[in-house]
């Protein structure tokens, strides 16, 4: 029988993208938990991938986050793998499971004051207010206990190297000549629990411009009668997925 969403339920263009850090990534649940599933569904799925190889100080500062190691797929903690071992083991990783590697960004540290509109933003603040970082309330203000300059370069960093994936993209479209339906963003450091079923989502949910994971399991008490979500991951119709590829120019040009 046809249903009233069959539009939605034929095999799909999916590009997914993941900007980050090498040490959060996992490459394993990436690929066996939503690569995986995506394709054995008949979708196809590009990869877009961007990560730092570089330490950088977290927002929080929790003892735990000093014994961090990366994903074992890379193999074992004591050594750190080189560039060449990284790129190789995602490329076979993504392939394995079926996806293409469409673009692969690896660098020691995304940077940002190569950027005139870095520049010239925190000559503004520097007149403004003199003695004070701009980092401190850009791209946001928080009043957390956490290290506020260091989580806004993090931000900053992350949403730079996912507009260049956004790039990439758009230059992969208009060599291929097909658009993809849907854009999936996708944590560095998401852990999938289940295989990912888009095929179910279409068909239980319909269209949307986006759908993000909800966060409302118990152990919450139902008595809140509360709806959550995170930000782990956001699945964007690519008609609107623009807005959230150019989000770190948007930052500038909103600043």
């Keep these: 029988a046809i249903t009233k969403h069959a539009t939605l339920l034929h095999h799909n263009r999916v590009a997914t993208l993941v900007s980050g850090t090498f040490l959060r990534f996992f490459l394993d649940s990436l690929a066996m938990r939503l690569v995986w599933p995506l394709v054995a569904q008949g979708h196809k799925v590009d990869c877009f991938i961007a990560l730092s190889t570089a330490l950088h100080k ?3 500062t929790d003892s735990y986050l000093r014994h961090l190691t990366w994903d074992p797929v890379f193999g074992k903690p004591n050594s750190q793998p080189t560039h060449e071992q990284i ?41 403004h207010r003199p003695g004070t970082d701009i980092y401190e309330s850009f791209p946001a203000v928080s009043m957390g206990a956490g290290n506020v300059v260091d989580a ?23 060599h291929t000549g097909t658009s993809y339906e849907y854009v999936f963003w996708v944590s560095d450091d998401a852990w999938w629990l289940r295989d ?17 994971l909800s966060c409302d399991h118990p152990p919450w008490p139902r008595v809140l009668r509360q709806t959550f979500m995170n930000d782990y991951s956001i699945l964007l119709d690519r008609r609107v997925a623009e807005v959230f590829g150019r989000l770190y120019t948007w930052l500038f040009t909103n600043a």
């Design 196 to 212: 990912f079923d888009l095929t179910g989502l279409l068909r239980a949910n319909g269209a949307a411009h986006a759908y993000v």
């Design 152 to 174: 806004n370069k993090n931000m900053l960093r992350l949403f730079k190297a996912l507009e260049a994936l956004w790039d990439a993209l758009i230059e992969t479209e208009q």
């Design 87 to 127: 790129r190789w083991t995602i490329e076979w990783r993504i392939a394995s499971a079926g996806g293409r590697l469409r673009r692969l960004d690896l660098f020691k540290e995304v940077g940002l004051d190569d950027d005139p509109r870095q520049r010239s933003l925190r000559k503004n603040s520097s007149h």
């Design 58 to 60: 977290p927002w929080r």
